[in-house]
């Protein structure tokens, strides 16, 4: 990775991190004056992604696609809450880590249930395969993170993210009602995750070789 790619990476993770900020303030101080804990808000994030993949799964996918944008707040809001009532600890964050991948993996398999068993698609085969890349290669994103954090190296490098994965897919089930907007999604997904996958092990590669 060049010194120019990891200068756009950086202001890529600054613009995000500002924008989260922006949206989240006012709804955390909300959050603060009720008394509602950070663990809270992540648990009702994951009822509401399983909601979100049942949705999926019996062929509401534009009730599904606004469950998941709910879902992405409540990711939003629960980190954000712990920092500002300085309830951030060790295991706060790798619950909130494995719930992550849980409700990627849950969103995802409501998707496989709505092809097997809904859709008619005659490609639908290649539409599950494409699901179970878009799955490994999300996982792989945020597994080299954490790997690399185990060595001390901060890893938020990456065109494709969680949030972005997030919208893309949100955006897909809610327009799914134009041909082929989901199957675009999901190959958006799957093709940047890896590209991310790449960038990161690239990376990790070049802050090995310096230490």
Not at 118 to 137: G, H, P, R
Not at 151 to 175: D, N, S
Request: proline share 2%.
């Amino acid at each position: 990775m060049t010194d120019q790619d990891q200068s756009s990476t950086a202001k890529l993770q600054v613009f995000r991190k500002a924008f989260q900020a922006y949206v989240t303030r006012p709804i955390v101080f909300l959050l603060e004056k009720a008394r509602v804990t950070p663990n809270t808000v992540t648990f009702f994030g994951l009822v509401l992604i399983i909601a979100a993949a049942v949705l999926a799964g019996t062929g509401h996918l534009f009730a599904a696609g606004w469950m998941v944008l709910a879902a992405s707040l409540c990711d939003m809001f629960d980190g954000a809450l712990a920092r500002r009532i300085h309830k951030v600890t060790r295991f706060g964050g790798i619950l909130d880590s494995s719930l992550d991948r849980l409700s990627e993996a849950t969103i995802l398999i409501g998707l496989i249930a709505y092809y097997l068993f809904y859709n008619t698609a005659s490609y639908k085969q290649w539409l599950i395969l494409l699901i179970a890349v878009s799955m490994i290669a999300s996982f792989l994103v945020s597994y080299i993170r954490a790997r690399a954090e185990a060595l001390h190296i901060e890893c938020q490098v990456g065109i494709f993210t969680r949030p972005e994965r997030v919208i893309i897919l949100a955006l897909g089930l809610l327009m799914n009602g134009l041909p082929y907007v989901l199957t675009a999604a999901l190959a958006i997904i799957a093709l940047l995750s890896i590209v991310t996958v790449i960038q990161r092990l690239i990376y990790v590669y070049q802050r090995t070789k310096e230490g």
